[in-house]
């Protein structure tokens, strides 16, 4: 079997102490056949005038990024971890961390308030975070960006500043039965509160939301429809750019669910035309406690503000308040400042490997994944089947016959030190509709190797032929 | 595959199935099929036909019982493999009895859990899930309590069993993957809801 590889990328790391720079190699991708490959996986290529023989491979990103990541070197209950379970949340590299630890050791201070050096730093480093947000996924304008404690936080403002102020009884929000019950959960908080009502979009026989199903739904009673980008179960892409100039033709906005594609490929909000965006700084390398929303200008400036507190007014009377201008009239209280910086310095180091280079890699990845998962016995890996049409994220849900997923993922832990994910992973919908109770999950990310997927599947097979002895 | 376990002798030699060729469960070193020391306390070893004579033994002593064989077991896949025994010898429940208001909230897996009060005041339970780790766990909780008293039942702690929390020993917390700890609290709780 071949796979196809992708050429070597050249990044450089911003941060001094990682300023490594690895030449872009001059071929174009090269099939190499698995059985040359060894332990190193390889982009075979014209060689580099560094290297004196011609016949050593460059590493992969994911060899070459993995000693930025402190965390994946350990071991867990006996054997090396294996982390895979990204989808859930990313680790951090050093610069990131290093990012968090200069700033209390540095410049720590409240933001926008003060008037001292500190407080100066503070806000210019805060507000250069949001630049960069904007930057990162191409926003018209850094007000456009507002940060949260997370993606569900941001999709609970969009519900309860726009969604209680904008619908009626009888409005209509669609959503598909795959998303993530932070997409859900809000909207059916306030179409309580409203009157209005959530209609679902099922899945075809890919296991993908029914984009013809989709199209019907829509009609001038919908006002918003909600869908996620990259699904976290069935690892599908929707085509959002098509949904939104869709959604728009009925009059309806859209809000994209982006925490599983922003952190793994390149998300442009202009060219997606989209109205709100919502992702976390954990799954793309940033801290926790920070994720942000993106939405257009002029739909934020019509919203009512949702968390009420300092930094979100203008003027504060003892009967009434003013307030603030977007993005500050949405980030009321002393924000995560450390973390939005972190975030920040997050994007850089993305933005230093490319996030083209990052996605090409995890689909040749998440496609060796996919394939040897199949070589697993009685196993179903829900969402379509990768080809040149339909690229997956580079995770794969699924379920091994009479083999309970967690009993699956407690032992893949405690004897192989492999993470993964089992149970709903917050869509118990989805589940309801595949018909099962759990599943377990493996996702990937550009600090995982071959060497992590050949190890996981081994451990997996491992697994499975321990519980099928004590049938 | 089922195995017996001898019943008259105080430690016995326990012979586990020998697994596939490829069984290796780490990646430094083969796990080879191994002949465990059962190490028991003085009451008799564990088997299935003990479980319906339990209210003469007393909680106390199941539980220091289960406390120590499993505390024998150092190797936490062997700790695996006696839950996947004992979950063998798990009569499932029926499915009406599987329905939402049985279910023990908090877990992960699917467990169901049925208690009543005999005419004896004892109290009886059955139990049973859809994983067979949970099912471990739960055939060792209906081997300790039912037929017990129901006072006997809420003196228990949870600490007296951490070491047989499978591959989760340091999750003290409550949480949705501490099965155990859940179908424990439920047992008592139901308990506590009867009398």
């Known amino acids: 079997m071949e796979v196809l590889l992708p050429k070597l990328p050249s990044f450089k790391f911003p941060t001094p102490s990682y300023c490594r720079s690895i030449t872009t190699k001059t071929s174009s991708c090269v099939r190499v056949g698995f059985r040359r490959l060894s332990s190193l996986p390889v982009c075979a290529s014209t060689v580099n005038e560094a290297l004196a023989d011609p016949t050593v491979d460059s590493p992969s990103l994911g060899h070459s990024t993995r000693p930025h990541f402190p965390i994946l070197h350990q071991e867990v209950n006996g054997s090396k971890l294996v982390y895979i379970d990204n989808a859930a949340t990313s680790q951090k590299p050093t610069a990131v961390i290093k990012a968090l630890q200069n700033y209390y050791e540095g410049y720590n201070s409240n933001v926008h308030r003060g008037i001292h050096f500190l407080s100066a730093k503070a806000t210019d480093e805060y507000e250069s975070a949001r630049r960069k947000v904007e930057a990162f996924i191409n926003a018209s304008d850094s007000r456009e960006i507002v940060f949260t404690r997370n993606a569900t936080e941001a999709i609970n403002l969009v519900a309860y500043s726009w969604g209680l102020s904008n619908l009626k009884p009888g409005d209509e929000i669609i959503l598909t039965v795959a998303e993530h019950h932070s997409a859900i959960v809000p909207w059916q908080l306030v179409a309580q509160k409203v009157g209005a009502v959530l209609k679902f979009v099922n899945l075809n026989d890919e296991e993908v939301p029914n984009i013809d199903q989709l199209k019907e739904l829509l009609s001038r009673k919908t006002k918003i429809v909600v869908v996620h980008h990259v699904s976290n179960v069935l690892a599908s892409v929707l085509p959002i750019k098509d949904i939104a100039h869709w959604a728009h033709d009925v009059g309806a906005k859209i809000l994209v669910d982006a925490c599983q594609s922003v952190p793994h490929m390149t998300v442009d909000v202009q060219d997606l035309d989209v109205d709100f965006l919502v992702a976390s700084s954990h799954k793309m390398c940033g801290p926790t406690g920070i994720g942000f929303l993106y939405g257009k200008l002029d739909l934020l400036s019509s919203m009512p503000p949702f968390l009420g507190g300092g930094e979100m007014i203008s003027d504060v009377y003892l009967d009434h308040s003013t307030y603030a201008e977007p993005p500050s009239r949405f980030e009321a209280g002393t924000p995560a400042i450390g973390e939005a910086i972190g975030l920040g310095a997050a994007i850089d180091y993305l933005s230093g490997i490319g996030m083209e280079a990052i996605h090409e890699y995890e689909v040749e990845l998440g496609t060796y994944l996919y394939e040897r998962l199949l070589s697993v016995p009685n196993i179903h890996i829900y969402g379509p089947a990768p080809s040149k049409e339909v690229k997956r994220a580079s995770l794969c849900s699924f379920n091994v016959e009479n083999l309970h997923p967690t009993d699956l993922a407690t032992f893949l832990d405690q004897q192989h030190g492999v993470a993964i994910r089992s149970g709903h992973h917050c869509a118990q919908p989805l589940h309801r509709y595949l018909g099962v109770n759990a599943s377990a999950r493996a996702s990937l990310y550009f600090y995982n190797t071959k060497e992590d997927v050949d190890n996981f599947i081994h451990a997996l097979h491992d697994t499975v032929s321990f519980f099928n002895s004590f049938k | ?195």
């Open chain 2, 1 to 195: 595959m089922l195995f017996s376990i001898p019943t008259t002798t105080a430690s016995t030699l326990l012979t586990l199935p020998s697994p596939s060729s490829h069984f290796s469960s780490k990646l430094n070193a083969a796990v080879t099929p191994k002949q465990i020391q059962l190490k028991l306390s003085v009451n008799p070893p564990l088997t299935a036909s003990s479980s319906s004579s339990s209210s003469s033994r007393g909680v106390t002593d199941k539980l220091n019982n289960l406390a120590s064989e499993f505390a024998s077991l150092t190797e936490p896949i062997d700790r695996v493999k006696r839950l996947l025994h004992y979950a063998s010898l798990l009569p499932p429940l029926d499915q009406s009895d599987k329905v939402h208001e049985n279910r023990v909230s908090g877990c992960s897996t699917e467990v169901w859990m049925v208690a009543h009060i005999d005419e004896g005041r004892k109290m009886r339970f059955k139990a049973d899930s859809d994983s067979e780790i949970s099912k471990g766990f739960c055939w060792c909780l209906v081997w300790m309590f039912d037929g017990a008293e129901p006072e006997e039942v809420l003196t228990v702690e949870r600490d007296d069993l951490v070491g047989m929390n499978v591959g989760l020993n340091n999750v003290k917390a409550r949480s949705r993957i501490n099965t155990w700890h859940n179908v424990f609290f439920a047992m008592q709780k139901a308990t506590q809801d009867l009398i």
